[in-house]
């Protein structure tokens, strides 16, 4: 195989997740009450008091009620966002730049490894997290979310690192 095809391919599938990335940054950054609803629920907890009572009597102490430490962790998640975003970016400009001879093949490889592994480091802190609020009860749909996005995270890495 080219090396040039699969550094162009590599690329491509680091601009895809950079993409994606991008997007979810720039809603929170526009709308963060869309989000931060989401993530106040999930340490507090919401879901689980209301449906699952007994269970949450056991973990009750974890839950976050303070409206301003929640704003904070919302802020700290988007500014991780923003940095594997940024990390992406810079991966896919260096892979360019490597395409056409202007930058080298292993910046631009770093680069896109240390951007998808920033990707990876999201989703599974948000996995980290979750399991810690015990998200799977009332929140399967975003649990289910942050494993995919952490696959899809590292399989880029994987793919990178050919």
Not at 17 to 34: K, T
Request: hydrophobic content about 55%.
């Amino acid at each position: 195989m080219d090396s040039t095809v699969l550094l162009a391919v590599q690329g491509f599938s680091t601009a895809l997740i950079f993409a994606w990335l991008a997007i979810g940054f720039w809603d929170n950054l526009r709308y963060p009450s869309v989000n931060e609803t989401y993530t106040a629920q999930v340490v507090q907890m919401e879901r689980m008091r209301e449906e699952f009572p007994d269970e949450f009597s056991l973990v009750a102490h974890r839950a976050i009620s303070d409206r301003g430490f929640q704003r904070l962790m919302f802020r700290l998640v988007v500014l991780a966002e923003g940095l594997a975003t940024l990390l992406l970016f810079l991966g896919v400009i260096a892979t360019l730049m490597a395409l056409v001879g202007t930058g080298t093949v292993g910046t631009a490889k770093t680069m896109m490894l240390i951007g998808a592994a920033a990707f990876t480091g999201v989703w599974a802190s948000f996995l980290i997290v979750g399991n810690y609020f015990c998200y799977w009860f009332g929140h399967e749909g975003a649990q289910n979310t942050h494993y995919q996005m952490t696959l899809w995270g590292l399989g880029t890495m994987i793919f990178v690192t050919l």
